[in-house]
């Protein structure tokens, strides 16, 4: 039981073993169980999480699979008073801590609280309510999924927010605490730029400090989203590149005259690296969009290296249009590209059907048994223009040549499309390129050790460190104050004065590790 209080960030070997810290943390974690017990709220909770009933043990994990950090206790709030009580209830104690977790989609343990409280925020907490007015919105709780948002938005009211994540079994309070980015962000900003209102507090200032605040100011109960007209179809394209400096040249025009001129320009820009072979998951398998399509290996030049390049792009279109009016926008803009002419793809589906796309592949995964079944060591990072080439050059034709078992995604956004009054960090620059690597390994002895994942996705950090890149960890996870200050630089001030502003007890969302419970900001002595 007392292997729970452990507040250490451990591999789950580590935290499953745990030790005992004697008559003392013993009498600690019966004090804070009698808080807890002494609760009065709408929702249900679980208390005394060691004995790991179902319930609680998911509250343990998160879909990274790298660490088991059971809470003491796990929480379905039924509103934003019960969130408050438990906030309030922890501030009573020296110790305790409290995670929001929505649908437990973290890497690092980020929406954990070991030996604190859990909100599960899933699904008493994903109520969705129109907003009439000129400029409709959603209010959508926290707990909401986006695709949840998606089809009662389209379904119901022929309306859809305008900014998305790629996938979008995630919750409405979990990306608006990072950011939320996808393909269409180049042209209206990530989801943390299309927010009219949360339920937080009134103050403006946590506003912006909880949009990509990494849960530190507070917890998001609720959001207001604006909504405009949904399309009802898409034409969906993907064309290859042999050559990055054209497959850049390309991206970086494509979003730059869509934020000169929106009405020309595609919809969606989006693209990932992959392995120059005949591979149905890292290779040439990976860029066909429906079945009968084939890649024609023949046509890739013979002087091409180890990694190709795929840019996928979509022009969104309503059925009253003109039937030829998508085919002259979408061909007039691929006729200016310069990727290998043999090698496009395309194809025409639904508006929910296109956003849906990532929910058919998990589908696929959880069949495999690499989506549930797998650890899942994710590595975001964001990279300025200046040092995409070299990183290319560095990291995707040396380290990463043989694929990581699934999406490599590279693609470029615009720092104009970011407020900067939210808590994200960016590159200097105005342009500047996601690199997600979206690892889909089977679990050892097929797969391999989730140990040596992690090492290269270290390897791809300090090369990064080492070549003097200006990047960022996107979904960020460091373990010294030296690292978070050097994360977050001139904004440093700002973030830690905004925590000793709204949180200065630090009991909120200690999985991501910048502030430890009554002793401020980490220090380098933390691992």
């Not at 389209?154 to 790629?166: K, N």
């Not at 990306?175 to 990530?190: K, M, Y």
């Not at 959001?223 to 850049?248: C, G, K, N, S």
């Not at 223009?385 to 560095?394: M, P, S, V």
Request: proline residues 7%; negative net charge.
């Amino acid at each position: 039981m007392i292997a729970c209080l452990e507040q250490r960030f451990l591999p789950e070997s580590e935290a499953v073993a745990g030790t005992s810290s004697g008559d003392a943390q013993e009498e600690e974690w019966e004090e804070d169980l009698g808080l807890i017990r002494g609760l009065e709220l709408h929702g249900p909770v679980e208390i005394d999480c060691a004995t790991s009933p179902p319930s609680a043990a998911a509250a343990a994990r998160d879909f990274g699979g790298i660490y088991r950090l059971p809470p003491v206790a796990v929480v379905w709030p039924a509103s934003s008073e019960d969130v408050a009580s438990v906030v309030r209830l922890a501030a009573r104690s020296p110790r305790l801590t409290v995670a929001p977790r929505g649908n437990g989609h973290s890497i690092h343990g980020q929406a954990m609280a070991a030996g604190g409280v859990v909100l599960e925020m899933r699904p008493s907490m994903a109520s969705l309510e129109l907003v009439p007015g000129a400029t409709p919105a959603v209010r959508a709780g926290a707990g909401a999924l986006w695709d949840e948002v998606l089809e009662w938005c389209v379904g119901r009211h022929g309306l859809a927010p305008r900014s998305w994540t790629d996938y979008l079994g995630l919750t409405v309070g979990g990306t608006l605490s990072n950011g939320g980015i996808s393909g269409q962000a180049f042209r209206f900003g990530p989801q943390t730029a299309n927010v009219i209102e949360l339920e937080v507090t009134r103050c403006s200032d946590l506003f912006f400090a909880a949009l990509g605040g990494l849960g530190q100011f507070g917890v998001i109960t609720r959001a207001t989203i604006p909504l405009q007209p949904a399309p009802d179809m898409v034409r969906w394209m993907r064309v290859v590149y042999a050559d990055f400096e054209h497959y850049a040249g390309d991206a970086e025009w494509l979003v730059s005259r869509a934020a000169a001129e929106a009405g020309e320009a595609f919809d969606y820009v989006e693209g990932f690296v992959l392995v120059n072979a005949d591979d149905p998951v890292n290779g040439w398998g990976s860029v066909p969009l429906e079945r009968g399509q084939r890649f024609d290996g023949e046509a890739v030049p013979p002087a091409a290296g180890p990694v190709l390049y795929c840019l996928e792009v979509a022009a969104y279109y309503d059925l009253r249009d003109a039937d030829d009016s998508v085919d002259k926008k979408a061909e007039g803009l691929l006729r200016r590209l310069r990727h290998v002419r043999r090698l496009e793809f395309r194809t025409d589906v639904s508006y929910v059907g296109f956003l849906s796309r990532v929910k058919r592949a998990e589908e696929e995964a959880r069949g495999r048994g690499i989506w549930d079944g797998a650890a899942h060591p994710w590595l975001n990072l964001l990279v300025s223009k200046g040092d995409i080439a070299d990183f290319d050059r560095q990291v995707f034709k040396r380290i990463l040549r043989g694929g990581v078992g699934g999406p490599m995604l590279v693609y470029p956004l615009l720092k104009s499309r970011w407020d900067p009054r939210a808590s994200v960090a960016l590159p200097a620059g105005e342009v500047f390129y996601l690199v997600a690597l979206l690892r889909f390994n089977r679990p050892p002895p097929e797969g391999p050790p989730t140990e040596e994942l992690l090492a290269q996705n270290q390897e791809v950090v300090d090369c990064c460190v080492v070549n003097g890149y200006d990047f960022k960890m996107y979904l960020p996870h460091y373990r010294s104050r030296d690292q978070w200050e050097r994360h977050f630089g001139e904004q440093w001030p700002r973030f830690a004065k905004r925590k000793a502003s709204y949180d200065p007890l630090a009991i909120l969302s200690p999985g991501q590790r910048i502030f430890r419970r009554g002793q401020g900001p980490l220090g380098e002595q933390d691992n």
